[in-house]
């Protein structure tokens, strides 16, 4: 299997822009998170889907942004409009409800976000 | 609510050298717990498991036993490598919802 991928691996883009992170699942996983990682907060939970229904999007830092998830191989992170302290590196992770690995969270590579 | 408390790193060590990561934890019930890592540029990947109290998770010479009357579960490795320097975090899962809650992460440098 490919692993879970996103895209791009970097953004660089200038404050007010619209910022949109891309995410394809592991095939057959029906649960999956956005997470984003800083020095200052570490890694946090934004929001997490099930059989690509959201579940919880309490992480969600402010209306600015929004995520989607329209079919169970694709799903989106929207950031508008962006600011400077919205740079970070977010991940995409899926994971497997049933069966052995059903407490493992297999991790995109990320996506590096720095907003000028 | 539940939480993970990992020890503050950079955590700096010689080649070879014995590595402990402390992790506490405090939550209702008995949830699992798990040790992922993180080398550099890369994503979290899970390095061992958990999911009962005396249980102890291994891999890639990596151990960490869980232990319910001090709600820990340190990690260990016996001899480290320069290519174990990455950033580790201890997470439990609450069986309540389906969220990892994880520690801070901790910063392993080995020097050769």
């Known amino acids: 299997d490919a692993g879970v991928i996103q895209s791009p691996r970097h953004e660089v883009t200038e404050m007010g822009q619209e910022v949109t992170l891309r995410c394809k699942p592991i095939?057959?996983?029906?649960?999956l998170f956005w997470y984003r990682q800083t020095m200052m907060r570490g890694l946090e939970l934004l929001i997490y889907?099930?059989?690509?229904?959201?579940?919880?999007d309490s992480g969600m830092p402010e209306d600015r942004f929004s995520a989607k998830m329209p079919n169970a191989s694709f799903s989106t992170l929207k950031i508008q409009p962006s600011e400077p302290r919205d740079s970070a590196v977010y991940f995409c992770?899926?994971?497997?409800?049933?069966?052995?690995?059903?407490?493992?969270?297999?991790f995109g590579p990320g996506t590096r976000l720095t907003v000028t | 609510g539940d939480s993970v408390t990992q020890m503050e790193g950079p955590v700096t060590l010689s080649e070879e050298a014995f590595l402990t990561i402390n992790c506490t934890y405090t939550?209702?019930?008995?949830?699992?717990l798990f040790w992922y890592v993180q080398y550099p540029g890369e994503g979290l990947q899970l390095l061992l498991k958990?999911?009962?109290a005396d249980d102890k998770g291994s891999n890639k010479g990596f151990e960490a036993t869980y232990r319910k009357e001090t709600t820990s579960f340190h990690l260990e490795k016996g001899s480290v490598q320069v290519s174990d320097s990455a950033v580790y975090f201890c997470?439990?899962?609450?069986?309540?919802?389906?969220?990892?809650?994880w520690g801070a992460g901790t910063k392993l440098i080995i020097k050769p």
């Open positions: 992770a899926s994971s497997l409800l049933g069966g052995p690995t059903r407490y493992e969270q297999y």
């Open positions: 939550a209702t019930g008995y949830p699992s």
């Open positions: 889907f099930n059989n690509n229904v959201p579940i919880d």
């Open positions: 997470a439990l899962w609450p069986y309540s919802n389906y969220q990892l809650i």
């Open positions: 958990a999911t009962k």
């Open positions: 095939s057959g996983h029906d649960y």
